[in-house]
Protein backbone atom coordinates (compact mmCIF):
# COMPACT_ATOMS: atom_id res chain seq x y z
CA UNK A 1 0.00 0.00 0.00
CA UNK A 2 2.66 2.08 0.69
CA UNK A 3 4.53 1.83 -2.66
CA UNK A 4 1.64 2.55 -4.29
CA UNK A 5 1.37 6.02 -1.67
CA UNK A 6 4.86 6.76 -2.78
CA UNK A 7 4.49 6.46 -6.30
CA UNK A 8 1.06 8.76 -6.41
CA UNK A 9 3.18 11.30 -4.63
CA UNK A 10 6.10 10.99 -6.97
CA UNK A 11 3.28 11.61 -9.74
CA UNK A 12 1.84 15.01 -8.44
CA UNK A 13 5.50 16.36 -7.46
CA UNK A 14 6.04 16.22 -10.82
CA UNK A 15 3.10 17.06 -12.76
CA UNK A 16 3.28 19.89 -9.98
CA UNK A 17 6.88 20.80 -10.88
CA UNK A 18 5.63 20.85 -14.27
CA UNK A 19 3.24 23.15 -13.69
CA UNK A 20 4.68 25.62 -11.71
CA UNK A 21 7.44 25.86 -14.18
CA UNK A 22 4.81 26.48 -17.40
CA UNK A 23 2.90 28.89 -14.79
CA UNK A 24 5.37 31.18 -13.87
CA UNK A 25 6.94 30.88 -17.16
CA UNK A 26 3.77 32.42 -18.47
CA UNK A 27 3.20 35.26 -16.05
CA UNK A 28 6.46 36.55 -16.32
CA UNK A 29 6.62 36.07 -20.10
CA UNK A 30 3.04 37.93 -20.33
CA UNK A 31 3.98 40.30 -17.78
CA UNK A 32 7.25 40.92 -20.04
CA UNK A 33 5.03 41.90 -22.66
CA UNK A 34 2.40 44.36 -21.14
CA UNK A 35 5.63 46.56 -19.91
CA UNK A 36 7.21 46.05 -23.41
CA UNK A 37 4.16 46.93 -24.98
CA UNK A 38 2.83 49.98 -22.38
CA UNK A 39 6.32 51.06 -22.39
CA UNK A 40 6.56 51.32 -26.62
CA UNK A 41 3.11 52.49 -26.69
CA UNK A 42 3.73 55.26 -24.33
CA UNK A 43 7.15 56.10 -26.46
CA UNK A 44 5.73 56.13 -29.84
CA UNK A 45 2.41 58.47 -28.24
CA UNK A 46 5.10 61.03 -27.16
CA UNK A 47 7.11 60.99 -30.10
CA UNK A 48 3.43 61.64 -31.96
CA UNK A 49 2.24 63.90 -30.17
CA UNK A 50 5.63 66.28 -30.20
CA UNK A 51 5.99 65.84 -34.40
CA UNK A 52 1.91 66.93 -34.33
CA UNK A 53 3.01 70.10 -31.75
CA UNK A 54 6.01 70.78 -33.74
CA UNK A 55 4.03 70.72 -36.98
CA UNK A 56 1.76 73.14 -35.51
CA UNK A 57 -1.06 70.24 -36.14
CA UNK A 58 -2.75 71.25 -33.12
CA UNK A 59 -3.60 74.58 -34.55
CA UNK A 60 -6.37 73.23 -37.14
CA UNK A 61 -8.46 71.85 -34.12
CA UNK A 62 -9.06 75.92 -33.31
CA UNK A 63 -12.20 75.48 -36.21
CA UNK A 64 -13.84 74.26 -33.83
CA UNK A 65 -14.16 77.54 -31.57
CA UNK A 66 -15.53 79.12 -35.03
CA UNK A 67 -19.56 79.88 -35.79
CA UNK A 68 -21.11 76.44 -37.00
CA UNK A 69 -21.02 77.77 -40.31
CA UNK A 70 -17.43 78.01 -40.70
CA UNK A 71 -17.00 74.80 -39.44
CA UNK A 72 -19.48 73.26 -41.79
CA UNK A 73 -17.57 75.02 -44.50
CA UNK A 74 -14.04 74.20 -43.53
CA UNK A 75 -14.56 70.94 -42.00
CA UNK A 76 -13.58 68.50 -44.39
CA UNK A 77 -10.75 70.79 -46.07
CA UNK A 78 -9.24 70.72 -42.41
CA UNK A 79 -10.02 67.09 -41.42
CA UNK A 80 -7.93 66.25 -45.10
CA UNK A 81 -4.79 68.56 -44.03
CA UNK A 82 -4.51 67.00 -40.26
CA UNK A 83 -5.00 63.76 -42.36
CA UNK A 84 -2.03 64.81 -44.84
CA UNK A 85 0.11 65.78 -41.45
CA UNK A 86 -0.02 63.09 -39.78
CA UNK A 87 3.32 60.68 -39.03
CA UNK A 88 1.56 57.77 -40.59
CA UNK A 89 4.24 55.20 -40.06
CA UNK A 90 4.23 55.69 -36.58
CA UNK A 91 0.20 56.49 -36.56
CA UNK A 92 0.49 52.45 -37.90
CA UNK A 93 2.36 51.25 -35.60
CA UNK A 94 0.60 52.52 -32.26
CA UNK A 95 -2.81 51.38 -33.79
CA UNK A 96 -0.97 48.03 -33.99
CA UNK A 97 0.75 48.07 -30.60
CA UNK A 98 -2.69 49.03 -29.29
CA UNK A 99 -4.50 46.76 -30.84
CA UNK A 100 -2.05 43.74 -29.63
CA UNK A 101 -2.47 45.21 -25.70
CA UNK A 102 -6.16 45.10 -26.03
CA UNK A 103 -5.96 41.64 -27.02
CA UNK A 104 -3.71 40.62 -24.53
CA UNK A 105 -5.61 42.41 -22.10
CA UNK A 106 -8.69 40.06 -23.10
CA UNK A 107 -6.95 37.01 -23.34
CA UNK A 108 -6.31 37.78 -19.74
CA UNK A 109 -9.37 38.78 -18.73
CA UNK A 110 -11.29 35.90 -20.08
CA UNK A 111 -8.47 33.19 -18.39
CA UNK A 112 -8.05 35.02 -14.97
CA UNK A 113 -10.06 32.76 -13.70
CA UNK A 114 -7.75 30.15 -14.85
CA UNK A 115 -4.77 31.26 -13.94
CA UNK A 116 -5.94 32.41 -10.50
CA UNK A 117 -6.79 28.52 -9.53
CA UNK A 118 -4.19 27.42 -10.92
CA UNK A 119 -1.88 29.80 -8.68
CA UNK A 120 -4.07 28.79 -5.95
CA UNK A 121 -3.53 25.01 -6.48
CA UNK A 122 -0.09 25.25 -6.83
CA UNK A 123 0.39 27.65 -3.75
CA UNK A 124 -1.62 24.80 -1.72
CA UNK A 125 0.37 22.40 -2.84
CA UNK A 126 4.35 24.20 -2.14
CA UNK A 127 2.96 25.26 1.38
CA UNK A 128 2.07 21.61 2.17
CA UNK A 129 5.01 20.38 1.12
CA UNK A 130 7.22 22.99 3.11
CA UNK B 1 -18.71 13.14 0.39
CA UNK B 2 -19.69 14.21 -2.55
CA UNK B 3 -18.29 11.88 -5.57
CA UNK B 4 -17.30 13.43 -8.85
CA UNK B 5 -17.29 12.29 -12.13
CA UNK B 6 -14.39 11.39 -14.24
CA UNK B 7 -16.35 14.36 -16.70
CA UNK B 8 -16.57 17.33 -13.78
CA UNK B 9 -12.73 16.48 -13.33
CA UNK B 10 -11.66 16.59 -16.07
CA UNK B 11 -13.82 20.36 -16.33
CA UNK B 12 -12.16 21.38 -13.23
CA UNK B 13 -8.72 20.36 -13.97
CA UNK B 14 -9.21 22.84 -17.30
CA UNK B 15 -10.55 25.64 -15.17
CA UNK B 16 -7.36 25.81 -13.69
CA UNK B 17 -8.10 23.35 -10.57
CA UNK B 18 -5.20 21.04 -11.14
CA UNK B 19 -5.37 19.78 -7.46
CA UNK B 20 -8.28 17.40 -8.65
CA UNK B 21 -5.38 15.71 -10.76
CA UNK B 22 -4.77 13.72 -7.34
CA UNK B 23 -8.16 12.01 -7.64
CA UNK B 24 -7.11 10.84 -11.31
CA UNK B 25 -3.49 9.99 -10.05
CA UNK B 26 -5.66 7.79 -7.21
CA UNK B 27 -8.05 6.05 -9.06
CA UNK B 28 -5.53 5.23 -11.73
CA UNK B 29 -2.33 4.53 -10.73
CA UNK B 30 -2.61 0.88 -9.59
CA UNK B 31 -4.28 0.11 -13.11
CA UNK B 32 -1.68 1.26 -15.12
CA UNK B 33 1.04 0.20 -13.15
CA UNK B 34 -0.58 -3.24 -13.12
CA UNK B 35 -0.92 -3.43 -16.65
CA UNK B 36 3.42 -2.35 -17.28
CA UNK B 37 4.23 -4.14 -14.55
CA UNK B 38 3.59 -7.57 -16.74
CA UNK B 39 5.51 -6.23 -19.18
CA UNK B 40 8.73 -4.83 -17.56
CA UNK B 41 10.60 -6.63 -14.54
CA UNK B 42 12.26 -3.85 -12.95
CA UNK B 43 10.61 -2.33 -11.04
CA UNK B 44 12.42 1.15 -11.51
CA UNK B 45 11.55 0.93 -14.70
CA UNK B 46 8.23 0.02 -14.54
CA UNK B 47 7.55 3.43 -12.02
CA UNK B 48 9.19 5.43 -14.30
CA UNK B 49 6.85 4.41 -17.15
CA UNK B 50 3.91 4.99 -14.76
CA UNK B 51 4.83 8.58 -13.75
CA UNK B 52 5.48 9.33 -17.66
CA UNK B 53 2.12 8.17 -18.72
CA UNK B 54 0.48 10.32 -16.11
CA UNK B 55 2.39 13.45 -16.64
CA UNK B 56 1.66 12.75 -20.72
CA UNK B 57 -1.79 12.56 -20.11
CA UNK B 58 -1.65 15.43 -17.83
CA UNK B 59 -0.04 17.97 -20.80
CA UNK B 60 -2.43 16.56 -23.52
CA UNK B 61 -5.08 17.19 -20.91
CA UNK B 62 -6.42 20.38 -22.30
CA UNK B 63 -7.20 18.70 -25.50
CA UNK B 64 -8.87 15.68 -24.34
CA UNK B 65 -12.76 15.42 -24.97
CA UNK B 66 -13.98 15.32 -20.75
CA UNK B 67 -17.02 13.05 -22.41
CA UNK B 68 -14.81 10.35 -22.96
CA UNK B 69 -13.46 8.03 -20.55
CA UNK B 70 -10.26 8.36 -19.02
CA UNK B 71 -8.76 4.78 -18.36
CA UNK B 72 -8.27 3.72 -22.19
CA UNK B 73 -7.11 7.17 -22.97
CA UNK B 74 -4.25 6.20 -19.93
CA UNK B 75 -3.99 2.69 -21.01
CA UNK B 76 -3.14 3.84 -24.61
CA UNK B 77 -0.82 6.38 -23.50
CA UNK B 78 1.19 3.59 -21.45
CA UNK B 79 0.96 1.48 -24.46
CA UNK B 80 2.99 4.62 -26.18
CA UNK B 81 5.79 4.58 -23.57
CA UNK B 82 5.98 0.73 -23.26
CA UNK B 83 7.24 1.14 -27.34
CA UNK B 84 9.37 3.93 -26.61
CA UNK B 85 10.70 1.72 -23.56
CA UNK B 86 11.57 -1.47 -25.73
CA UNK B 87 12.64 0.49 -28.76
CA UNK B 88 15.53 2.57 -26.10
CA UNK B 89 15.95 -1.46 -24.88
CA UNK B 90 15.57 -3.13 -28.22
CA UNK B 91 13.66 -5.71 -26.14
CA UNK B 92 10.86 -7.71 -27.87
CA UNK B 93 7.85 -9.16 -26.08
CA UNK B 94 8.63 -12.85 -26.28
CA UNK B 95 5.52 -15.32 -26.88
CA UNK B 96 6.26 -17.53 -24.80
CA UNK B 97 6.92 -14.94 -21.15
CA UNK B 98 6.10 -16.39 -17.64
CA UNK B 99 3.39 -13.38 -16.67
CA UNK B 100 2.84 -12.37 -12.82
CA UNK B 101 -1.01 -11.64 -12.25
CA UNK B 102 -1.87 -12.22 -16.22
CA UNK B 103 -5.55 -11.06 -17.12
CA UNK B 104 -6.89 -11.58 -20.03
CA UNK B 105 -5.65 -7.91 -21.69
CA UNK B 106 -1.57 -8.91 -21.53
CA UNK B 107 -2.87 -12.70 -22.73
CA UNK B 108 -4.19 -11.45 -25.54
CA UNK B 109 -0.90 -8.51 -26.54
CA UNK B 110 1.02 -11.67 -25.62
CA UNK B 111 0.92 -12.47 -30.06
CA UNK B 112 3.14 -10.85 -31.66
CA UNK B 113 1.89 -10.65 -35.18
CA UNK B 114 -2.07 -10.36 -33.81
CA UNK B 115 -3.63 -10.19 -36.97
CA UNK B 116 -2.68 -13.42 -38.22
CA UNK B 117 -4.36 -15.16 -34.91
CA UNK B 118 -7.31 -12.82 -35.01
CA UNK B 119 -8.07 -13.93 -38.28
CA UNK B 120 -9.44 -16.93 -36.80
CA UNK B 121 -12.23 -15.65 -35.04
CA UNK B 122 -15.47 -14.62 -35.54
CA UNK B 123 -16.10 -10.41 -36.02
CA UNK B 124 -17.69 -10.28 -32.74
CA UNK B 125 -14.83 -12.20 -31.28
CA UNK B 126 -12.59 -9.77 -32.73
CA UNK B 127 -14.21 -6.80 -31.71
CA UNK B 128 -14.60 -7.11 -28.36
CA UNK B 129 -10.85 -8.26 -27.91
CA UNK B 130 -9.54 -5.26 -29.94
CA UNK B 131 -12.30 -3.13 -27.02
CA UNK B 132 -10.32 -4.94 -24.19
CA UNK B 133 -7.03 -4.36 -25.41
CA UNK B 134 -7.43 -0.78 -25.80
CA UNK B 135 -8.61 -1.14 -21.93
CA UNK B 136 -12.49 -0.91 -22.15
CA UNK B 137 -13.73 -2.94 -19.48
CA UNK B 138 -16.71 -6.03 -19.50
CA UNK B 139 -19.38 -3.72 -18.53
CA UNK B 140 -18.60 -0.89 -21.37
CA UNK B 141 -18.30 -3.87 -23.82
CA UNK B 142 -21.44 -5.81 -23.14
CA UNK B 143 -23.39 -1.92 -23.49
CA UNK B 144 -21.78 -1.60 -26.68
CA UNK B 145 -22.45 -4.77 -28.51
CA UNK B 146 -26.20 -4.75 -25.88
CA UNK B 147 -25.29 -7.92 -24.27
CA UNK B 148 -25.25 -9.82 -20.56
CA UNK B 149 -22.00 -9.20 -18.88
CA UNK B 150 -22.00 -13.15 -18.61
CA UNK B 151 -22.11 -13.39 -22.34
CA UNK B 152 -19.37 -11.03 -22.86
CA UNK B 153 -17.30 -13.31 -20.92
CA UNK B 154 -18.06 -16.37 -22.57
CA UNK B 155 -17.55 -15.15 -25.97
CA UNK B 156 -13.98 -13.99 -24.80
CA UNK B 157 -13.53 -17.46 -22.96
CA UNK B 158 -14.03 -18.63 -26.23
CA UNK B 159 -11.77 -16.37 -28.00
CA UNK B 160 -9.22 -17.03 -25.75
CA UNK B 161 -9.63 -20.80 -26.02
CA UNK B 162 -9.85 -20.88 -30.25
CA UNK B 163 -6.43 -18.54 -30.12
CA UNK B 164 -4.54 -20.54 -27.07
CA UNK B 165 -5.52 -24.01 -29.82
CA UNK B 166 -3.96 -22.31 -32.96
CA UNK B 167 -1.03 -20.80 -31.75
Known sequence: MNKGKNLEKKILDRVYRFETKKTVGEILLKGATFLFLGFTVFILGSIFYEILKEQTTFDLLEIFSEDFEVIKKYFFETVYIFYLELPKIILILLLILISIFFYLSWQLFKNFNKIKNKVISLIKFWRRKI | ?167
Open chain 2, 1 to 167: MTIISDREIILKIKNGEINYFEIIVKKYTSKIYQLIKTKILIKEDVEDLVQNAFIKFYKAINRFNEKLPILPYLYQIAKNELKMYYRSKKNFLPLKENFKNEDERSFFERFERKEDYLKKLKKEEKEMIMMLVDGFSYKEIAEKFKKSLNTVKSIVRRARRKLIINK
